[in-house]
């Protein structure tokens, strides 16, 4: 018989490994965009973090980071985490750009590493892998 209830144990796990795959998402992305001196990157923290899993199991709400990506002075991307649990992926990250949104999901199990795809549009299957050429064509960058 298999066990299907989850531990808080293991739900605080898997928040903290999201915060993790965030955080290192944006240090991809600041490593991208170091040796571009005209790309200046801010973060805020001000993602509240306290999804229906939280907050049945009494865990701790969270702020999550934000990352604003300016090209000479003015914004040309945001980057917002927004939720773990979405069903079908192991959490997902939108990037706002002036050409609408990209819906970054993690494809990964739960603790692997992660796998990052970008879905333009409500289309199922039409996901691009995210890497740095994928990025830099989204930010324009030649």
């Known amino acids: 018989m298999i066990d299907t209830t989850i531990s808080k144990k293991h739900l605080e796990e898997r928040v903290n490994d999201w915060e993790k795959r965030i955080f290192d998402l ?9 040796p571009l001196s005209l790309y ?4 805020r923290n001000d993602v509240r973090m306290y999804e229906e899993f939280m907050q049945r199991n009494n865990i701790p709400e969270r702020t999550l980071t934000s990352l604003d990506i300016y090209f000479k002075g003015s914004i040309v991307a945001t980057i917002k985490p927004i939720g773990l649990w979405i069903v079908g992926t192991n959490g ?9 949104a990209v819906m970054l999901v993690d494809i990964s199990e739960s603790f692997d590493s992660p796998i ?5 549009g409500p289309k199922i299957g039409k996901e691009k892998e995210f890497n740095k050429e994928y990025f830099f064509n989204l930010l324009g960058v030649s």
């Open 92 to 100: 997902r990250v939108d990037i706002l750009v002036s050409q609408g």
């Open 40 to 43: 200046k990157i801010k973060k």
């Open 116 to 120: 990052w795809v970008a879905h333009k």
């Open 26 to 34: 944006y240090s991809l992305i600041e490593k991208w965009l170091a």
